[in-house]
Structure formats: structure tokens, C-alpha cells
């Protein structure tokens, strides 16, 4: 007998190569979802508060309330189908996502839809393999703000820190 592995068969190979289109779609479709949720965070007065101009048709208040509108939309999707094929969606990207979906709303206040806004970024950012601004404050109330990726969020957690993206 020979050594080393057997090539794959035919039907294998289209499996691996299929499964890597899929991740890099989904990848694609998450670095497209952080953009839209940074082109909200340049104008979320637009949206929230007191002096929402996404009123006023023809502005790019309008335009804002349009990307809100689509975040929405996509919030709305069961959350782990939204981040299928990227890799297991992990427990604190999921409660994130709930928790930013269900609380994103024009009639916060700007503070505080941004503050959602940067949440949902997190989560998708970690989502997609990179890392994300986190304020991590540990058992005795001390907090640090540091980036984080994923395996690391899931490590501090595990040691019994909040992470709170920002």
C-alpha cells in the first residue's frame, strides 16, 4: 500500500467546494449587513429622538429611515438562519440579536438606538469571524474596554465577565 490520503472522490469535492461558496456567501451577506448598520450610525438622529427628519421625503433622513426599514426586515428573520453557513452562530451572538431586535425602535432615544445599533454590529462583526469593540466588566464591577473576538467573548463569559458590545 502506498502512503498518504486518497484524493477526494468527484462528489466529495463538489460537497467541500459547495460548502465554501455557501460560508463565503453568508460572510458576504454579514460584511453587507455591518455596512448597512454603519451607514445608520452616521445619522441615527434621522430615526430616533426627538427630530426625526426620515419624516421628510426626498432627504437622506429618508434614505436612513429606508435602512432602518431593511435592518428591521432582517432582524426580523429567525436569527440563526440569518447567520447560516457562516459557522455556528454562538449563544451571546444569538441573545444579542434578540435582545437588539426587539429593542431597536424610532422612538428611543438617539443615545440609546445607537447603543442598540452598535450591539447589532458586534454581533454580526464577531459573527464574521473578526473582532469587536466589548466592554468587559468583571465579578467586582471593574470594567475595561478592549476588542475581542469571538473564542474570546466566550472565554471571558465562561469566566463569569458581562461583555457588552459598544
Request: hydrophobic share 35%; aromatic share 4%.
Amino acid at each position: 500500500a502506498s502512503g498518504g490520503a486518497k484524493p477526494l472522490s468527484d462528489t466529495a469535492q463538489g460537497k467541500v467546494t459547495e460548502k465554501a461558496e455557501t460560508k463565503s456567501l453568508a460572510q458576504t451577506q454579514i460584511f453587507s449587513n455591518i455596512s448597512l448598520v454603519n451607514e445608520i450610525l452616521k445619522n441615527p438622529g434621522a430615526i430616533s429622538g426627538p427630530i426625526q427628519t426620515g419624516i421628510i421625503p426626498f432627504t437622506a433622513g429618508a434614505t436612513v429611515k429606508n435602512q432602518y426599514n431593511q435592518l428591521k426586515g432582517l432582524l426580523s428573520l429567525d436569527k440563526r438562519q440569518l447567520l447560516k453557513g457562516s459557522g455556528a452562530i454562538s449563544d451571546f451572538e444569538f441573545r444579542v440579536l434578540n435582545q437588539a431586535a426587539s429593542d431597536l425602535g424610532r422612538n428611543q432615544s438617539e443615545k440609546s438606538f445607537k447603543k442598540s445599533l452598535l450591539k447589532i454590529r458586534g454581533a454580526f462583526t464577531t459573527a464574521a469571524g473578526l473582532e469587536a469593540e466589548v466592554r468587559v466588566t468583571d465579578p467586582s464591577g471593574e470594567s475595561i474596554v478592549s476588542t475581542a473576538s469571538r473564542a474570546e467573548i466566550d472565554k471571558l463569559i465562561a469566566e463569569g465577565n458581562t461583555v457588552e458590545y459598544i
